[in-house]
């Protein structure tokens, strides 16, 4: 019905379709988890045609990476391989794969491209590109809640490994779906052209199907019940609580300053001999200075951080050193094991907020969500540890980081396009909305907004009364995540159930006729923009000259030689200012849409 009304008057309604229906899109995650070091939330994804359906770890920039059948077969030192849980990619079984052979291939490499510099999997990978298919929750026009993106970039990975300290090596379980990069497009010199590979949000906001080329996300915690979230578009404002802090990303990277870590106790009484705790971070070190920098990356499971740094905390907890896996193991045999990891007691991140040399942010990782578990192939039957791995700084470039031990308690989000920044806040614990309002992100937004709850609340419930009246921590009854993001699990707009077809109908009907004006401007500013920012990423040559180098070089060379820096996209376009009031016409009329279209598109 609204296809022909379109067909009627197509400048104009053709241009509201364009720009109404781009909403934030919701990530569905997989009911499964995976380790061995975990355990840890994936989203679900299909590759390939016939679709090949698998598990992956949303991480990173640039390429998708994933594990293809012979993973299990290629050699590790330890044995076992759960790689086959997650699903695994065979590329001869696909009819829609591309390769080009201008891309070469990584043979024993350290695959370095995850946008992290935390070490990470080596091993051989061959650039494919093939057809990524995700379910998404809110179904978009015309396409019934499954999305298609073509030619996705991707690295098939025939052998992964990650190493241990001991040179130990084990096989990679569970691949990673790549969150974007600054670009659209990552392409290729290729037949006298140039061959265009795609990225996920990228492609949804050439489509006009997403608000910007951007994401948020918070990949919540297992064992705490805490539900994970990730948005393409946009986030769910009660995923960030307190201020979140701005900053630039570098070409592969989420940099921060890491100014103190800490231990602090949020109510009740302390398990500890006090209260709160300062200047870890440094402590017995005098060479780390007033800050050290860091990245945050959800490719990598720990916490990467000088073996000064692991030393001073854990001193002050029941852990075991384990050399082997350096590593700490928590003695489950100490009282004092118990109470901490079920006491409102939490380790604080404190962070230079949006670069200011004056103002600082802190997130707090309660231990609760600090007693995480190995599993095969790493130890022989599960045991619970303290995530802290003392790291070194090799080589130049290479940075400390802060892994999904971390990002359970943190939101974090990437504006690829405006000014190129990326985005650090508290997130909350296992008490959140499980349905709330999602937030567009706009080119040109430059900071995001949270919902007003307090952090301590969210972990009500959880911690109980905390302490008991002789000095004793509650354990906290036994929870578990649940929840893949369909049904009411998952942050949304509105219910649909909430509305009837007519009441729809007319909400949109009405939305048309009121603002038909201001949409018409909005659709001439967002074009321009549109264009001009194609015009832009035309300069982006790409670095030919990398091509066939083989590990670790040649892959990371390839990004550096794009010439890429964060960009200034939009920094001047107008539609930048006027999408940047979220709470203005054209944010409620995305909404509006996008219920409309649900009701009146088969
Ligand atoms: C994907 O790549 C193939 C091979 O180069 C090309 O024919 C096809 O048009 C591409 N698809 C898109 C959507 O760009
Ligand atoms: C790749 O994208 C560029 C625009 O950036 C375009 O000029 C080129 O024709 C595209 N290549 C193909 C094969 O579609
Ligand atoms: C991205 O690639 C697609 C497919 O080749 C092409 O149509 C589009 O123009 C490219 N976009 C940019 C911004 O290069
Ligand atoms: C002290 O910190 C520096 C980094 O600033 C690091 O290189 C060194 O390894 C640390 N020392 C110890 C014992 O961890
Ligand atoms: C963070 O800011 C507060 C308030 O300005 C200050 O008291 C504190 O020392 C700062 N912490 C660090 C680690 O810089
Ligand atoms: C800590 O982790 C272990 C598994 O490693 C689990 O059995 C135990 O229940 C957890 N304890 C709490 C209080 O969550
Ligand atoms: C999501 O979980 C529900 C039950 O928790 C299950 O019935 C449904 O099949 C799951 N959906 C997906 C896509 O995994």
Known sequence: MLILVLRAVPIFCLCIAYTLAAGPHVILWSSQTYGPDGPWHAVTVKLGTPAQQMDLIPAGAWETQILSSSVCSTSTTLSGCNANAAGLFDPEKSSSLVTISETGTIKNGNFCVNGGGIPSMSGDAEWMFDTLSLTLRDGVVGNNGQNTIRNLSTMVISRGYNTLPSGSTYAAEVGKLSLGAPNINQSWVHAGSRFNATF??????????????????????????????????????????????????????????????????????????????????????????????????????????????????????????????????????????????????????????????????????????LNLTLTTPLVSSPIPYFPCRPAQVETLGENYGLGRAFLQAAFVGVNWGGDGLWFLAQAPGPNTPSLSPLTSIFPGDKTLKGADNGWEDSWKGYWEDGIDGDGNAIVPTGSTASGNGTGADIAHT?????????????????????????????????????????????????????????????????????????????????????????????????????????????
């Open 200 to 369: 996920l949000p990228g492609t949804l906001f050439e489509a006009g199907q997403i608000p910007s080329n951007s994401y948020g996300m918070h990949i919540g915690s297992v064992a705490a019940g805490v539900r994970p979230s990730l948005i393409l578009g946009g986030y769910d404002p009660t995923r960030i609580i307190g201020p979140v802090s701005a900053q630039p990303y570098t070409i592969l990277k989420l940099p921060i300053d890491l100014l103190d870590i800490g231990i602090s106790v949020s109510s009740g009484k302390s398990p500890f001999e006090f209260t709160s705790k300062s200047g870890l971070l440094a402590s017995n070190n005098a060479s780390i200075g007033t800050s050290l920098p860091v990245v945050i990356d959800s490719a990598s499971p720990y916490l990467y951080l000088p073996k000064s740094t692991c030393d001073a905390i854990t001193s002050l907890l029941p852990l075991t050193y384990n050399p082997l896996l350096s590593l700490y193991i928590w003695d489950v045999t100490s009282p004092l094991y118990t109470t901490i990891i079920s006491s409102p007691a939490s380790l604080t991140f404190t962070f230079r907020l949006s670069s200011s040399i004056t103002a600082n942010m802190t997130i707090s990782v309660p231990f609760a969500l």
């Open 494 to 602: 509105l219910p649909d159930s909430a509305l009837s077809r007519g009441v729809i109908a007319g909400i949109a009907v009405g939305a048309v006729g009121g603002v038909a004006v201001i949409v018409v401007l909005a659709c001439l500013l967002y074009s321009r923009a549109r264009r001009r920012k194609a015009d832009r990423e035309n300069v982006n040559l790409f670095a030919e000259a990398h091509v066939g180098n083989d590990g670790l070089a040649g892959v990371c060379d390839r990004h550096a030689g794009q010439g890429y820096g964060p960009s200034e996209l939009y920094t001047q376009a107008p539609v930048g200012e006027l999408h940047s009031d979220h709470n203005g016409v054209v944010g409620e009329l995305h909404g509006e849409y996008k219920k409309a279209s649900v009701v009146e598109l088969p």
